[in-house]
T-cell receptor, first 113, second 118 residues
Framework: KNQVEQSPQSLIILEGKNCTLQ??????????LRWYKQDTGRGPVSLTI?????NTKSNGRYTATLDADTKQSSLHITASQLSDSASYIC????????????FGSGTRLLVRP | NAGVTQTPKFQVLKTGQSMTLQCAQD?????MSWYRQDPGMGLRLIHY???????DQGEVPNGYNVSRSTTEDFPLRLLSAAPSQTSVYFC?????????????????FGPGTRLTVL
């Protein structure tokens, strides 16, 4: 069964610290993996998208990694800011013709001053 | 560009009532989708459309209808609301044309509609 699992479910860190969020997937065939940021009360906004051949992708203080062999991805946030408080959602697109997106349940990050 | 807009932002219904959630986009995207987001679960696809006049069912279509008479609009209708339909609903759109290197075009989400069914 195609699944995307994220850990931890929630995380609290102090402003300025780094953190890493994890995503494991069992989607096959695989097309690409995306990380979204969702602020409270808003829709998800894309941070990165990685295809099979990409290992690392950065977007400012956000760096995503992908290991297609172990079917794992991580999102690393550097020098966290209060505005990073949000849910982070890992989404995998199946590699067939359906453009089916499988969403993880997200990691809720709280950055405290 | 306003992007993807949704109305209303909040709605409370009684069991058995019907209503329509509105979604519009001004990016000329062919693909539009409706998702629901429930606590502790990932977003689940309700219905989607690949162009005006074409719609199809997603993962959880029961109790919902859609139509796509124009490229811009993709309303979601609840026929007879049930408490199990209490959720946050997101509309999304994207262009089907791949980017350089075969990459998917980005999917844009609306701000959501929070629906409570009593």
């Amino acid at each position: 069964k195609n699944q995307v699992e994220q850990s931890p479910q929630s995380l609290i860190i102090l402003e300025g610290k780094n953190c890493t969020l994890q995503c494991n997937y069992t989607v096959s065939p695989f097309s690409n993996l995306r990380w979204y940021k969702q602020d409270t009360g808003r829709g998800p906004v894309s941070l990165t998208i990685m295809t099979f051949s990409e290992n690392t992708k950065s977007n400012g203080r956000y760096t995503a990694t992908l290991d297609a062999d172990t079917k794992q991805s991580s999102l690393h946030i550097t020098a966290s800011q209060l505005s990073d408080s949000a849910s982070y959602i890992c989404v995998v697109r199946a590699g067939d013709s359906s453009y089916k997106l499988i969403f993880g349940s997200g990691t809720r990050l709280l950055v405290r001053p | 560009n306003a992007g993807v807009t949704q109305t209303p932002k909040f709605q409370v219904l009684k069991t058995g009532q019907s209503m329509t959630l509105q979604c519009a986009q001004d990016m000329n995207h062919e693909y539009m989708s409706w998702y629901r987001q429930d606590p502790g679960m990932g977003l689940r696809l309700i219905h989607y459309s690949v162009g005006a006049g074409i719609t199809d069912q997603g993962e959880v279509p029961n109790g919902y209808n859609v139509s796509r008479s124009t490229t811009e609009d993709f309303p979601l209708r609840l026929l007879s609301a049930a408490p199990s339909q209490t959720s946050v609903y997101f509309c999304a759109s994207r262009s089907p044309r791949p980017l350089a290197g075969g990459r998917d075009n980005e999917q844009f989400f609306g701000p959501g509609t929070r629906l409570t069914v009593l």
